[in-house]
């Protein structure tokens, strides 16, 4: 679902191919559209999906935050880039 966030389909987008860093493991891989692979697209409309990928995204980091801090990390999220340049624009430092 944190996918949606960056793989909707948005007419900016469309032919565009899926860049979530986060499914991609070292090799390419190809993504269908979001509307046509999974169950959820009949129910919720596309800016409603990318709000949902947005809130996993946040509560994803936020786990990262907490995980880094329980075990002694000054850690922070930054937004380092404009989402116009890029959707993938939240940078995780953590420092001892």
């Not at 565009?16 to 979001?34: K, S, V």
């Not at 129910?43 to 990928?53: A, N, T």
Request: with cysteine; aromatic share 6%; hydrophobic share 30%.
């Amino acid at each position: 679902m944190s996918s949606w966030a960056t793989c909707g389909m948005r007419p900016a987008n469309q032919d565009a191919p899926c860049q979530d860093p986060t499914t991609h493991r070292g090799e390419e891989e190809e993504h269908e559209p979001a509307e046509e692979t999974d169950a959820v697209s009949g129910f919720l409309p596309v800016e409603e999906r990318e709000q949902v990928g947005r809130l996993c995204k946040q509560l994803i980091d936020g786990g990262r935050i907490h995980f880094l801090q329980q075990r002694g990390f000054n850690s922070k999220l930054t937004r380092y880039v404009s989402s116009q340049v890029t959707l993938e624009n939240i940078l995780l430092t953590a420092v001892p």
